[in-house]
């Protein structure tokens, strides 16, 4: 009973001294991870670094309690915190209180609309984001991420949330006003970010390249030159507050909230399921929506902003040994120790590293292996990659998930609707019955036609199939027999019985009968509620061509 | 070479006496149907009546030198009056000037959409719109149109273009505003043609009434006491105009405008299709769409409204014995007879009869037969059916469409989301492997769970088909061997293909591992792109499901 309502009550109440060892391990260590990320993707949604701390206290805590992953690590993401500041960054500037009150809505409409979907059983909803589309989605939005930290990196002044183009024709117009020690040490911490995490990846370079940066910009006073620091860090414990609730906002917002449940849910669900199977236990989808909503609920009255199950950091939490939720209290308890003590020591720390560390993290994400097998493998699978790709890079990430999609989806459809049609002959008795295109030497029967539908059947291919079944009739003189192998027909809507039927009768007329084998138990179902048993009689369901042919009189070799 | 631009030259060539009498007799029959209804559904679409006429000349020529149907009967028709009279009275006061050109603007709208998507090889976009959807928006609309007719039927002043329900509520509370001289013209004429219709389908039953009413009002002066007549029509020959063009207007006018190419081809198509394929000629989707959007420019510049192939008409026309297009000449021809001389008779025609021959057009459409039959076949074929059906009596023609199609489509994807999946075991050598749930006693292989999957693989059914194995494998204990029946795959996509992968590696490190049988050709051609040929070796695609079994080691009785 307890379980039901608290998943976390399962693991705590069997919970062991050496799980304890290990979730501290990997808690400290996704902690320790966290923090600089954490200030670093709040920056990047345009948000004062601190309120990436504030979303990865307290929503840790109602993740874990309501959550079914035990891997999970939840608070902020590089890719949600981009398509806040795209929306936010419309209604407001950055920095203002204004901003700051759009992100906390945003946050709110994020967390009901996801405990809405999670109470609603829509989990499966997310099915419907092929991996095609999440590919060229997530490539595109790391390139976005990237180039969006460009003026903290060089330290030329860039506008903001402009388009990627526009970013490049900026930054090239005003190469003279590169900031060269911002730049070198942006570069140099991108430098070891980079070397760590291709040979060393479980060490965590982001603390290390965060203390040498302040350090050394604290002891040269290189603030002095020019280089931009974080600042004044607020210490202390998340401001509780209310949102203001603004009902045309919110309907301006809606888009961004949309994509957040949905890309977010992405990022979440296929981690923690990828782990939950290989630890062979189950994370429900609707549970997880759930969980979800409640983290982002805490995350907007605690100061904090969106927050989701992060790909990297639960990836390394896993590899780092945690076994259950409670290594993501640990790593809670660490941020809740650096906003009580260790916030002034971040004063000096410079934007260029945080801008590194964003982009460092981003840069595996661009991900082309994926587009060039889907291309090798299906044409329209890496067409649908590369679609939401360009989609996303040019138009951002709302109108890239649309687009892929509508596109799959349409894909998938238009596929159906033209579904591989094949006249059958007969190869040998190990073989059976082949398509004669690929078996030019296969028998056919003289009078018969075999032929069949790799498709389920619905309204939507009756014309294709009445098409192909007019042209080979046309092509074949003599024809008595139209023999259908069902065995790909996997289902048939009530449109497609009575087509169907309709079709048969008036072949029926000009001599022409039907037969059908191997017809499934779910088809067979819906047949035998047709007036297809008296129209066809025993040519209803031969158990198989050899049969069928068997009884209409032709001969088998 | 001129066949290909003018089908009609096909037939023309190869004239023969015997055919034009036959075209004759036809097309003089539909003819005079065509007069009194083509007046009716101008007055139902808003307009005056003689529009109908003119919509029932020019465009009817043109189709024929255009069209590749030789026995479509095209001229104004009931369901699409009634989409522009409910759309063009939204932007203009029926009988205006401004409602005229808004009628005109749409119907040079209708056309250049037609031929556009004609030239752009659109025509497969009917196939969309299933059966179930056609006829639940047929029976609505039929009802709709039924009581849009009230007001001229009974006398009691309505205001049009209402719901269905406010019609109702006003009849009711001016119910004592009956004018009863109407009320029995109406009824009794309506009496009349649905007994010749039942009783004699091919009388021309449209034509005596309107005879014996105008002789019955002109003599007894019955226009006097209150019964509405048509008053004047103007003869000669139509006017050529040329439509004005508004941006404005014509994007308020683009959702009826499609509604109209949508729900007219439709109409058309299926009825030249079934025509078509008795006579066993072929009827080109994309050329229709041209003929007809070329009859619409030409309706709209000689003074007509939108036109389509008309069900009942075309049928009337087939069944009066019309070989070809000449039989529409000869129509076209009896129409500018009476344009030219008969009009002045129409003066005392009252309006309720005109009325009651557009209600008895189409209390024929209303089809519950289809709905019984769609329940009892499919639930979510019926449930299409009634869904379209609701939603055009509530909230008209262009959203009963919309919701129609995006139903229909989302239950097939839904569907394929979540396909048919079964364990297979060996039943015996007659009937071979069959669903264990279905047949209790087969026989199963320990170590082996073998299962087949009833869709086309793809990315949206992943998530489903891992839940599957997922239960499967937790239930079977010591599995070694997981065999897949793929005879049901009839495609694949890139991401399934992947997936799939990454499960059956994943399997494999806990001791389970896959074989295929069964696997199609187009299948077989993605997968040996794919890396699964070194992942499965000899497993890749056993040709049978025995033949798997043997080579795995397991013991076929």
């Known amino acids: 009973m307890l379980s039901r309502i608290f998943p976390a009550w399962e693991w705590l109440r069997a919970y062991k001294k050496i799980d304890l060892r290990n979730d501290l391990t990997a808690g400290f260590i996704v902690g320790v991870m966290l923090v600089p990320q954490g200030m670093a993707y709040a920056a990047l949604a345009g948000l004062p670094p601190v309120t990436g701390l504030y979303a990865s206290l307290v929503p840790l805590f109602v993740y874990v309690l309501f959550g079914s992953s ?23 500037p950055p920095g203002s209180p204004e901003y700051m ?24 909803m997310v099915n419907f984001l092929s991996h095609a589309v999440i590919s060229g989605l997530t490539s595109a939005a790391a390139i976005l991420i990237a180039f969006s930290q460009l003026k903290h990196l060089s330290g030329i002044p860039l506008k903001s949330g402009h388009s990627i183009l526009n970013l490049l024709a900026g930054a090239v117009r005003n190469l003279g006003e590169i900031h060269f020690p911002t730049l070198l040490l942006g570069l140099a911490s991108m430098a070891v970010l980079v070397f760590f995490k291709k040979w060393r990846p479980r ?17 040269a006073r290189l603030d002095t030159s020019g280089i931009h620091i974080v600042g004044e860090v607020p210490g202390g414990l998340p401001p509780i507050h209310w949102p203001h609730f603004d009902f045309g906002l919110a309907r301006t917002l809606l888009p961004a909230a949309l994509t957040i449940v949905l890309v977010g849910f992405v990022e979440s669900i296929s981690i923690a399921q990828l782990i939950a199977a290989k630890e062979r236990y189950r994370v429900a989808p609707d549970r997880e929506l759930r969980a979800l909503g409640f983290a982002n609920l805490a995350a907007a009255v605690t100061g904090g902003y969106p927050v989701t199950g992060g790909f990297s950091r639960t990836a390394v939490n896993y590899q780092a040994g945690a076994r ?52 090798r493998l299906k044409k329209s699978s890496g067409l649908s990659l590369l ?47 082949r398509n004669v295109k690929r078996y030019p030497g296969a028998k056919t029967f003289p009078g018969v ?28 003189s003599g024809l008595q027999w139209i ?13 497609a019985v009575q087509t169907l039927e309709q079709l048969m009768r008036s072949y029926r007329e000009s001599g022409v009968r039907f037969a059908l084998s191997g017809v499934k138990g779910p088809v067979r179902d819906v047949l035998n509620r047709s007036t297809w048993p008296t129209l066809l009689e ?13 009884v209409i009189g032709a001969k088998m070799p």
Chains 1, 2 share one sequence.
């Open 70 to 92: 035990r891997h999970l690590a939840v608070g902020p993401v590089a890719i949600v915190s981009m398509v806040i500041f795209a929306q936010c960054a419309k209604v407001a």
């Open 101 to 124: 009150n759009a992100v906390v809505l945003l946050c709110v409409m994020v967390g009901v609309l996801q405990v809405a979907l999670g109470l609603l059983r829509m989990g499966f």
């Open 203 to 219: 060490f965590p370079a982001p603390i290390l390249v965060v203390c040498a940066a302040t350090l050394l910009v604290w002891g």
């Open 324 to 375: 259950t939720g409670m290594a993501s209290l640990v790593t809670a308890a660490l941020i809740l120790l650096t906003l009580l003590f260790f916030t002034p020591l971040f004063y000096y720390l410079p934007n260029a590293v945080l801008a590194a560390i964003v982009i460092a993290a981003v840069i595996d994400l661009i991900d082309y292996k994926t587009a060039v097998e889907l291309f």
């Open 387 to 433: 679609l939401t790709f360009v989609v996303t890079l040019l138009f951002g990430i709302e109108m890239g998930v649309l687009v892929g999609v509508v596109f799959t989806l349409l894909v998938f459809i238009w596929r159906s609707a033209h579904p591989h049609t094949v006249e059958l002959g007969y190869v040998n008795e190990e073989i059976g019955f």
């Open 449 to 476: 036609l075999i032929l069949r539908v790799d498709a389920s059947l619905y309204f939507a291919n009756m014309a294709f199939l009445e098409d192909w079944l007019r042209q080979a009739v046309y092509e074949k």
């Open 483 to 495: 023999l259908m192998d069902f065995s790909g027909v996997n289902d048939i809507d009530g449109c």
């Open 538 to 550: 025993e040519h209803l369901g031969h158990p198989s061509l050899r049969q069928a042919l068997n």
